[in-house]
């Protein structure tokens, strides 16, 4: 299975400090997020959240797509390759929820959000690219760990739509760890995929904060 919680808080070796960073700095600890996954939002909302979702991670090349071409060794590459291939099942169901949802709810100040979420996606094309070692991989392996909860989301939208969710194929637990203890053997590779993975976090917590400042905005209108 991929990551959640339980695994983050107990599995041990040079995880830690990308255990860490994903469990202080992970979506799983934003408070409207969390209301969005306990289906406790109207209907519009979470139509909101899977149009915006899909702006950042249903584009193609995205986050691990790009960061396989930066990957240099033999067990960065394949992870990432796994993670690619399963990835392209999620931007499909992405794909299908966005047509599910309908239009856009009418949100005032559309345009300011449409702004920040390319400056988001800017970002995060600019990591995934990054020719520093280790920065695309930790930007893949943060996305890979965070989207266990974006897709919690993501299914309770479908259960709203009347769509039935399938298993996510993302590579388990496990091997993720397996790949980021590898690396970070080297200092500097390290810190570059902490960097990476760090700066995917920001980006996802400044998502969940538009979506909430959207609703808002909505229920003043």
């Given at each position: ?26 979506s ?15 209907q ?40 690619a ?5 999620e ?21 300011e ?5 390319a ?103």
């Open positions: 299975m991929p990551f959640d919680s339980v695994q983050i808080a107990h599995l041990g070796g040079a995880w830690g400090a990308m255990g860490s960073l994903a469990g202080s700095d992970g799983a600890n934003h408070p409207y997020l969390r209301r969005l996954i306990d289906d406790i939002e109207p519009r909302d979470l139509c909101d959240a899977v149009h915006y979702i899909c702006l950042l991670h249903g584009r193609h090349p995205g986050v691990i797509d790009h960061a396989l071409e930066h990957a240099r060794m033999p067990i960065e590459s394949g992870w990432i390759e796994a993670a291939e399963a990835f392209a099942g931007r499909a169901y992405l794909v299908r929820l966005v047509a599910a949802a309908g239009p856009l709810p009418s949100t005032p100040g559309h345009a959000s449409e702004a920040v979420t400056a988001q996606s800017h970002a995060l094309d600019m990591l995934a690219q990054s020719d520093r070692s280790g920065c695309a991989t930790g930007a893949a392996v943060a996305l890979a760990i965070d989207w266990t909860t974006i897709r919690q989301v993501l299914d309770t939208a479908a259960h709203r739509f009347g769509i039935t969710p399938f298993p996510t194929t993302l590579p388990l637990a496990e091997e993720t760890v397996s790949v980021v203890d590898a690396l970070a053997r080297e200092c500097a590779i390290e810190r570059a995929m902490l960097f990476g993975a760090q700066q995917v976090y920001a980006q996802h917590r400044g998502l969940w904060d538009l979506l909430e400042a959207r609703a808002g905005a909505r229920n003043r209108g």
